[in-house]
T-cell receptor, first 115, second 119 residues
Framework: DTAVSQTPKYLVTQMGNDKSIKCEQN?????MYWYKQDSKKFLKIMFS?????LIINETVPNRFSPKSPDKAHLNLHINSLELGDSAVYFC?????WGTGINEQYFGPGTRLTVT | AQKITQTQPGMFVQEKEAVTLDCTYD???????LFWYKQPSSGEMIFLIY??????QNATEGRYSLNFQKARKSANLVISASQLGDSAMYFC????????????????FGKGTLLTVNP
């Protein structure tokens, strides 16, 4: 069973469109994350949710809107896509702070290409 | 200032030899955690090893060990007996905190080192 899954794996779309990426984890974790990996492989946190509550929003344009319907799901909706949004988006999850080492488990990534 | 610095964009090692991947970090926190992740060409991120700032012994996980030098703020990854399957990007990351602002809920990554294992 996949621990952290993302759909779709590949997403090709045109500028100006709106798209969503879905993430689900079956690890029973409280905390979920979205990271963006750019073309130079640099990984940067975008959002973090703990128990469905947004706790980190790292100066991401408000065209990006995360939504956490429950602890196991964290979706990312992107409005008015721009060329610079092309990247690999990773979802991750971890146990609550203070329980173990809180390593983050990553999904397989979604490669978004905006044309 | 960068919080995580990986000075080696690329490294080469012969199969069966050991290799050290460098990582230095910058934080004023007393409590923090250091992680290494592997990203093969297939793209997934694989957790390898963790070192807590209060851990007195260097972490080890199979062929991976972490050379933690707290005073120098370095957390180098050592891979022993390299295998062809070790060829991948390796990322060092830090989690700071706890403190306000939720910083303990995010990892700050270095730019990575691309390791190539030669047969």
């Amino acid at each position: 069973d996949t621990a952290v899954s993302q759909t779709p794996k590949y997403l090709v779309t045109q500028m100006g469109n709106d798209k969503s990426i879905k993430c689900e984890q079956n690890l029973g974790h409280d905390t979920m994350y979205w990271y963006k990996q750019d073309s130079k492989k640099f990984l940067k946190i975008m959002f973090s949710y703990n128990n469905k509550e947004l706790i980190i929003n790292e100066t991401v344009p408000n065209r990006f809107s995360p939504k956490s319907p429950d602890k196991a799901h964290l979706n990312l909706h992107i409005n008015s896509l721009e060329l610079g949004d092309s990247a690999v988006y990773f979802c991750a999850s971890s146990s609550h702070w203070g329980t173990g080492i809180n390593e983050q488990y990553f999904g397989p990534g979604t490669r978004l290409t905006v044309t | 200032a960068q919080k995580i610095t990986q000075t080696q964009p690329g490294m080469f090692v012969q199969e069966k030899e050991a290799v050290t991947l460098d990582c230095t970090y910058d934080t004023s926190d007393q409590s923090y955690g250091l992680f290494w992740y592997k990203q093969p060409s297939s793209g997934e991120m694989i957790f390898l090893i963790y070192q807590g700032s209060y851990d007195e012994q260097n972490a080890t996980e199979g062929r991976y060990s972490l050379n933690f030098q707290k005073a120098r703020k370095s957390a180098n990854l050592v891979i022993s007996a390299s295998q062809l399957g070790d060829s991948a990007m390796y990322f060092c990351a830090m989690r700071e905190g706890p403190r306000s602002g939720g910083s303990n809920y995010k990892l700050t990554f270095g730019k990575g080192t691309l390791l190539t294992v030669n047969p």
